[in-house]
């Protein structure tokens, strides 16, 4: 099959590889649809230890299984596979469970190619009538689904105000989740001009190049993860507010302690999502709670270096970029 590999520092071929072995208990998955996460642009300027090159990026997938008792099931992939069995994932926090894989790291291939292959449980069906591109963002909303989720119930149903920070896939799908949540006043922070005007223009958002310090929130979600990031969230969140931090940008730096000591504001990093979250996510996606989300920009998967490259320069205006394999057209 063919797949994109990362083969080093901002160098991805589009090569010949071997098929994905399937193990018991798991389907093969021809892939739809592949999104470009922020951890692939990540490994692809190598700043990712975890995923060294060789490797097969990408863990945003939808598509089809193939073979077996539920072939042609159109289906959205959860990629954390976790152990089931752990204090945490008997806990319902499986995002933290300490055997966790995700595709896209090893020793899980990722999903830029053909196919790929996932354990049943982390397959939800897609129903007819819902297309693949929809699908295909669960997983990058997943995030925000979860962080706003456990923000919400931090603040204890105490505030209507929210500000998210960052305007690509995961702010957007955080601000989206809020608004589902039921955050009537949501505002995002996007600094790069074309993609703040798509973001107004094509998404309907309310967006801003940068916040004032006199406009205090009650919650407020980084999914950007920079010390300047995160200096902003600690001027904006009002007294006794919530920062849900998801961005992993950089490791340090941008909170302001003392203030947060002093007001008690409260500070919850999160990562990914649950499974439970990520089935809720999948349904409001289904349902139309979400809203269009036809703000993906799809090109094939052997053009996959051009599309890292663009976003690199910062040059795509679309909050997310859907990879499309060349012999898997949708069927809907």
């Known amino acids: 099959m063919k797949a994109l590999v990362y083969t080093g520092p901002e160098s991805l071929e589009y090569l010949d590889v071997p098929e994905p072995d399937v193990a018991s208990g798991e389907q093969l998955i021809r892939i739809t649809y592949v999104g470009i996460c922020g951890s692939d642009m990540h490994a692809y300027l190598g700043h990712d230890d975890r995923r060294p090159a060789p490797l097969i990026l990408g863990h945003e997938v939808a598509g089809e299984i193939v073979g077996g008792t539920r072939h042609g099931e159109r289906v959205t992939v959860n990629p954390l596979v976790t152990c089931g069995t752990c204090p945490a994932c008997r806990d319902g926090r499986d995002n933290l469970c300490p055997e966790r894989q995700i595709i896209s790291m090893p020793p899980r291939e990722g999903g830029f190619a053909e196919l790929v292959a996932m354990p049943d449980s982390n397959l939800v069906t897609v129903p007819d009538g819902v297309p693949l591109t929809k699908a295909a963002l669960a997983e990058p909303i997943a995030c925000g689904w979860h962080a706003a989720r456990l923000s919400l119930a931090a603040l204890r149903g105490a505030g209507d105000k929210a500000l998210v920070l960052g305007g690509g896939a995961i702010g957007l799908g955080a601000a989206l989740s809020l608004r589902a949540q039921g955050v009537g006043n949501v505002t995002i922070v996007e600094p790069n001009p074309t993609r703040r005007a798509y973001l107004i223009n094509h998404c309907g958002q309310t967006v801003t190049d940068h916040p004032t310090n006199e406009t205090m929130f009650d919650l407020v979600i980084d999914g950007v993860g920079y010390a300047a990031t995160r200096a902003t969230a600690s ?14 940008g950089e490791d340090t730096g941008g909170l302001d302690i003392r203030r947060m000591t002093l007001q ?5 990093g999160t990562y990914t999502y649950t499974a439970e979250d990520f089935v809720q996510t999948a349904q409001a996606i289904f349902d139309g709670r979400l809203g269009r989300l036809d703000w993906a920009e799809i090109r094939p998967l052997s053009a996959g270096a051009e599309a890292f490259s663009d976003i690199r320069r910062g040059v795509v205006a679309a909050p997310k970029i859907l990879l499309r394999p060349e012999i898997t057209p949708e069927r809907n």
């Open 235 to 248: 001027a904006c969140v009002r007294p006794g507010g919530v920062i849900g931090h998801i961005g992993l």
């Open 264 to 268: 008690e504001i409260t500070f919850i």
